[in-house]
């Protein structure tokens, strides 16, 4: 039985990074019957047009892993009140050549850490308007925001702050009920019961 695949996207390069931590968490607190598998932006070049029509593997594999996924949960970190450059560039490297988006109605979330007290609200609102232009639909509520972030995880990174956890547990599974009632996924359904 298929077993309803979630791709985490690290939106930050960093090491130590506590988007990647988030994400980490998150595979503890997934539904029954989900799996969420992390994917990292490291070895995805700066778009280039003039190569959008023989992109380079890592691309390639990245794009395979969203069209193969079942929604999408983003961990974005907020640099200068945006995303980030890498998580901006990949999501325009999965976009591209035009008319082959593998971000096409992907069911979506957003959650976000920071060392500020702001956790990532404003990179966040640049992201939910991203997704609009790819008409990804995204989770609204609960919306995660993890702010001053070192104090809500342990010397071993693990997410000790108890109502972040529970924040994050009903943002997955506000995903998962929101990928069930989208049109490509019901498409994927109807095709598993008559094939």
């Not at 035009?98 to 640049?126: C, D, E, N």
């Amino acid at each position: 039985m298929h077993k309803f695949e979630i791709l985490g996207i690290v939106g930050s390069l960093r090491k130590a990074s506590y988007n990647h931590l988030a994400l980490k968490a998150a595979q503890e607190l997934v539904p029954a019957g989900v799996v969420l598998n992390l994917i990292e932006l490291h070895g995805i070049p700066v778009f280039d047009q003039d190569t959008e029509m023989a992109p380079p593997e890592a691309v390639l594999e990245f794009k395979r892993r969203i069209v193969a996924a079942d929604a999408i949960l983003f961990a974005t970190p907020e640099y200068n009140y945006s995303i980030s450059g890498a998580l901006k560039n990949a999501i325009d490297w999965a976009s591209r050549p035009y008319g082959t988006s593998a971000w096409l109605g992907k069911p979506a979330a957003i959650m976000g850490a920071s060392v500020g007290g702001f956790g990532t609200a404003r990179a966040q609102y640049h992201l939910r308007q991203i997704l609009v232009a790819l008409n990804m639909p995204v989770v609204i509520q609960p919306e995660v925001m993890i702010g001053n972030a070192a104090q809500r995880f342990d010397q071993n990174g693990k997410l000790i702050d108890e109502p972040t956890r529970q924040f994050i547990a009903k943002l997955l599974a506000a995903l998962q009920q929101l990928a069930g009632s989208s049109p490509a996924n019901k498409k994927a359904a109807v095709r598993e019961l008559v094939s």
